[in-house]
């Protein structure tokens, strides 16, 4: 479990840090105070060299363009991982934390790739040879380079990037990671839920497993009807772009099973995150906005759900919020005399500061008791 984050040149920080993490953890603080890039940053740690998580949370944000070639591709725009949205050779941003007793470290670094001027083949040469001369050689190209090292454990991986410095996204699904240092399970919500394909994959993953009961029992917190929740088999619902589709729903007091999409927002965003967390044993859980879709008399059972499955399952949260009930019912959970065995934290973060501001159990149940604003 990751006790501290430390943030360089990543998106809006140019040094950040988090300090006391708890097995919960929720980010708070006003709009553009960087609270998703925290929780992007230590994703890119907590994924190792594989990119694909990374590509996905910068083509949701719109940070690609389609190159000139023949075969139009999609091409990452990496700047806009740097703080200043600028890169050069020799740009770098780090993450690091403490996991456990053990330092673990990601860094992304630009690179120059150097060429003989005279040389009809374009023999590429070492960055620190001796026979670098500036009458000898140009630079070609960048590469996009990412080094992560845990302990002992080292991987490296290079990318050329193109004359734009773009990065190619068939670059990143060609080169997936092997099973030698195997990442740790990884979920990420996006304020705007979980879509049905990504539901019905999760939730093949726990079918006839213990963890199938978790998510009925989730979903029975918010609506004590919902008796048996079951994916539609039509390969043509899985695929589809309908934002609620893709389950039905038995409940105690019809005969007929009923689409979960005429359930209401809250039921698929609650199924969304217990799907995600039962899916992230052992692992990392990442949510944009954790109150989207839910009325505030639900957020205590769904922190109450968070809680114990991330214990059960030895699963770390971080999340965000703008709302005010969200937080005060997390306080219900800080109270509780087991909850100090993990940790449950609340961190503000203030744009323009280089650390949050961190609120323990006992203090965000003073805080809540006393009407004390912490966001």
């Known amino acids: 479990m990751l006790k501290t984050i430390k943030i360089e040149n990543f998106r809006s920080f140019q040094s950040f840090e988090l300090q006391q993490l708890g097995r919960v953890n929720l980010l708070v603080g006003k709009n553009n105070s960087g609270k998703t890039s925290i929780l992007e940053a ?19 944000r719109g940070e690609y363009f389609w190159n000139d070639n023949q075969i139009k591709n999609r091409e990452l725009d990496i700047c806009h991982l740097f703080y200043g949205h600028e890169i050069q050779p020799d740009s770098k941003l780090c993450i690091s934390g403490m996991n456990g007793e053990t330092k673990e470290t990601i860094t992304v670094s630009i690179g120059a790739r150097y060429f003989h001027l005279d040389d009809d083949l374009g023999r590429e040469l070492n960055e620190k040879s001796s026979s670098l001369n500036e009458s000898s050689i140009l630079i070609k190209d960048l590469n996009f380079g990412i080094n992560w090292t845990n302990g002992e454990e080292t991987e490296i991986l290079n990318f050329p990037l193109s004359n734009n410095n773009g ?36 939730f093949d993953q726990i079918v006839l497993t213990s963890e199938e009961k978790l998510v009925e029992q989730a979903l029975q917190r918010i609506d004590s009807k919902i008796q048996r929740i079951a994916p539609i088999s039509s390969q043509k619902l899985r695929h589809s772009s309908v934002y609620r589709g893709g389950f039905r729903v038995l409940l105690s007091d019809r005969n007929q099973p009923v689409p979960i999409g005429s359930m209401g927002d ?63 019912s997390l306080a219900s ?43």
């Open 42 to 60: 230590i994703q890119l740690l907590c994924s190792r060299t594989n990119l694909e998580p990374l590509a996905e949370v910068m083509t949701n």
């Open 167 to 202: 990065l190619d996204l068939d670059y990143i699904q060609r080169f997936r990671r092997d099973g030698k240092n195997p990442a740790p399970k990884i979920q990420f919500i996006t304020s705007s839920s979980l879509g049905t394909e990504k539901m019905i994959e999760l």
């Open 266 to 328: 809250g039921i698929w965003r609650i199924l969304g995150l217990v799907l995600a967390i039962v899916c992230a044993k052992d692992g990392y859980l990442f949510v944009d906005e954790i109150d989207t879709g839910l009325h505030f008399t639900a957020m205590s059972d769904m922190w109450k759900m968070i809680w114990e499955t991330a214990k059960r399952l030895n699963v770390q949260v971080f999340a965000t919020t703008h709302n005010s009930d969200c937080w005060t």
């Open 333 to 375: 959970i800080a109270e509780q005399q087991d909850a100090t065995e993990d940790g449950i934290r609340i961190h503000r973060i203030e744009k323009g500061k280089d650390t949050s501001v961190v609120f323990t159990e006992p203090q965000i149940v003073i805080a809540a008791e006393r009407e004390i604003e912490v966001r």
